[in-house]
């Protein structure tokens, strides 16, 4: 089929509006914006890199709520909608949304509870024998307690709801689990930790894997590696997120099938036995251990820096998959091809990060556009003569891609000489699994 079939297949795609200001955002934009047939795409809010892509700028608003949206999507005449974050996907605005007529990636409230709430995702495996860790679902500290003392080992404590990424703590201990389940009640994470998750503590190499779902149908993409920790060595605090390469060579196209059938497609079906048509992304990440892949935790939307790695990956179909998605009819859309290459991430981040990151410093980058580099923003924006300015932890990422993974770090890492900023840090040894260093 030739494009122009293929669209009259689809409908037309010519505007978008991404939702969203991270890298991830960023680095869907600059896929989106390759595709020739789309006019214009625009992320609200975006950040200080939006406009740096052909076709790409940031929507400004008035406010924020989700009916202003709908109002400026109408008047835009915008296609198709893609939610990024799982916050406005936890509060339904995708639901609110499809009611008033547009065309949306990302799942609706329901499905969205596959990430905000753990103790919901838990039922949905459990019903569905998706294999996971043990766990408990508590409702008081004097309940967990008793569970701890009787299981007599240190636990995974987890708040229920939507934390960040900071409501896990993994403990060494049983003094380090009964002071995590206390704080987690006591309302580090706010209203997250009303329900606290005990999770049997599990061992071995960590991977993601991600689905495209229309609902009923699904496609899998490369799976990803993310450094989480803030160190090098996996070492420091969790982060949102330090580093990420594609595609992971933990498991080959055969365990990618059998985890596919393992897990993605009961988590589609189990939705659906639910009566929720989940269109978006499934997202799993996944611990492989000596009996077997478990699955630690769900996500409803891509994951940052996953994406930022794979995005770079995606043939030029991408949009018009994303966009039969959206409209509940994959079958119609082109096969998605993927690049047959290696591609690293590094996440440059702000003095500070995670706990107090340093805001309001001027960005220099001083490179040139090159083929397999990329420069995603994540946490910056522009002032009032067009310098680029760091307003988050996360500041930008270099992304680059070659034909096996110790040119895609070099690339990326030349790259990143290229950049500064005060306080700029980043782990030089993002990939460690992959390459020579
Ligand atoms: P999550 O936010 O659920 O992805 O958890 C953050 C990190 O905690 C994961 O990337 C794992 O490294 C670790 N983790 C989560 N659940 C478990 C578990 N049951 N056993 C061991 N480590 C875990």
Redesign the pocket.
């Known amino acids: 089929m030739t494009k122009n079939q293929e669209s009259k297949v689809l409908g037309e795609l010519k505007r978008i509006l991404i939702i969203g200001s991270g890298g991830r955002e960023n680095s869907i934009a600059w896929a989106l914006s390759k595709d020739l047939s789309i006019e214009q795409i625009y992320v609200w809010p975006g950040n200080g890199g939006t406009s740096n892509f052909k076709k790409c700028i940031c929507l400004n608003l008035k406010s924020d709520d989700e009916q202003t949206i709908i109002f400026e999507c109408k008047k835009l005449q915008i296609n198709l909608v893609i939610i990024g974050p799982e916050i406005p996907l936890a509060k339904g605005w995708a639901n609110k949304m499809r009611e008033a007529g547009l065309t949306v990636f990302g799942p609706c409230k329901e499905g969205a509870q596959l990430e905000a709430s753990?103790d919901w995702a838990k039922n949905l495996m459990i019903e569905n024998n998706i294999p996971t860790?043990k766990?408990w679902t508590t409702h008081s500290e004097e309940e967990a307690l008793k569970i701890l003392d009787r299981f007599k080992q240190p636990l995974?404590i987890?708040a229920d709801g939507l934390a960040a990424?900071k409501?896990?703590t993994?403990c060494e201990t049983i003094e380090q689990s009964k002071d995590a389940i206390k704080e987690t009640f006591s309302g580090k994470f706010g209203s997250a930790g009303n329900k606290v998750i005990l999770?049997?503590?599990?061992?071995g190499p960590?991977v993601s894997i991600f689905a495209l779902c229309d609902g009923e149908k699904l496609i899998v993409l490369p799976p990803a590696q993310d450094h989480?920790r803030l160190l090098e060595g996996d070492k420091g605090p969790?982060t949102g997120g330090m580093g990420a390469y594609a595609p992971a060579s933990l498991i080959n196209q055969k365990e990618l099938k059998e985890l596919t059938e393992l897990i993605l497609i009961p988590t589609l079906k189990g939705l659906k036995k639910k009566k929720i048509k989940y269109i978006g992304v499934i997202y799993a990440?996944l611990?492989l251990t000596e009996t077997g892949p478990?699955v630690?935790?769900f996500n409803c939307r891509f994951g940052d820096p996953e994406c930022q790695a794979l995005m770079p990956l995606m043939g030029e179909e991408f949009a018009s998959v994303l966009f039969s998605c959206a409209r509940g009819e994959l079958e119609k859309a082109p096969q998605l091809s993927f690049k047959d290459s290696c591609s690293a991430c590094i996440v440059a981040a702000s003095k500070g990060y995670p706990e107090k990151p340093q805001k309001g410093d001027q960005i220099l980058i001083n490179s040139e556009s090159k083929p397999s580099v990329q420069v995603f923003h994540a946490g910056t924006t522009l002032d009032q003569s067009d310098n680029i300015i760091s307003s988050g932890g996360r500041v930008l990422s270099v992304v680059a891609q070659g034909e096996n993974f110790d040119q895609a770090f070099k690339l990326a890492y030349d790259e990143l000489k290229q950049i500064n900023f005060d306080g700029m840090h980043f782990r030089k040894d993002i990939g460690y699994q992959v390459r020579n260093i």
């Open positions: 753990k860790a766990h995974v987890k990424g409501g896990v993994v999770e049997e503590k599990i061992k960590e989480k969790n990440g611990m478990k630690i935790e």
